[in-house]
């Protein structure tokens, strides 16, 4: 796992969320059938502002040492750091070998709307989207719907992070190039997606 700089910030970021759905188009009705295949990948866009050489060469490095698709990063999502759901309690996985878009969780504050729609949170190295709002019980148990499906099935007790979520990363192609002005201001932009 290769550490991300912080500094300079991205000054522009697209994050995106694509689904592995397969459908078949009858050519002569246009009905379709739809699959779903149950895969979803993040993916990203991300814009460094114009840098300076010394402010450059971090974000050089780390993205050298990346070496393409070969390493992986932790991309936290710049927008969403916090959840809107009170987040309150120590979430856990609740029984082992779930699969699929939903998971039973505990540990949650009582009584509360721990997620809502929207909100990020993550499972070991992979950050998932809440579907609809989630409330706990009066004993703080809660089921969440999320996409992408889960990458794994959990462990029991797995610990869920609600704030600063992050997922692992990885470039999309073996080389990003880096645009030096006359001026001596050097800028970037590459594309990442999920390393599964």
Do not use: C
Request: proline share 5%; glycine share 10%.
């Amino acid at each position: 796992m290769v550490a991300m700089p912080s500094d300079p910030g991205f000054v522009d970021s697209e994050v995106t969320l694509s689904f592995v759905v397969g459908e078949t188009v009858s050519d002569i009705s246009r009905e379709s059938q739809a699959v779903d295949y149950g895969v979803g990948v993040w993916s990203a866009r991300l814009v460094l502002p114009k840098m300076t050489d010394a402010e450059s060469r971090p974000w050089r490095a780390f993205i050298n040492s990346l070496k393409g698709p070969l390493n992986s990063f932790d991309f936290a999502f710049p927008d969403r750091t916090a959840p809107l759901g009170t987040g309150n309690g120590t979430p856990l996985v609740n029984g082992s070998s779930q699969t699929g878009s939903s998971i039973i969780t505990d540990g949650w504050a009582n009584s509360e709307v721990v997620l809502k729609a929207g909100d990020l949170f993550q499972i070991g190295d992979y950050a998932y989207e809440v579907e609809s709002d989630v409330t706990s019980d009066g004993s703080g148990n809660a089921t969440i719907t999320f996409n992408p499906g889960l990458k794994a099935a959990p462990l029991d007790n797995a610990a869920i992070t609600t704030t600063n979520v992050t997922t692992k990363m990885k470039l999309t192609t073996n080389a990003v190039g880096f645009i030096t002005s006359l001026v001596g201001h050097t800028q970037v932009s590459f594309i990442i997606e999920e390393k599964i």
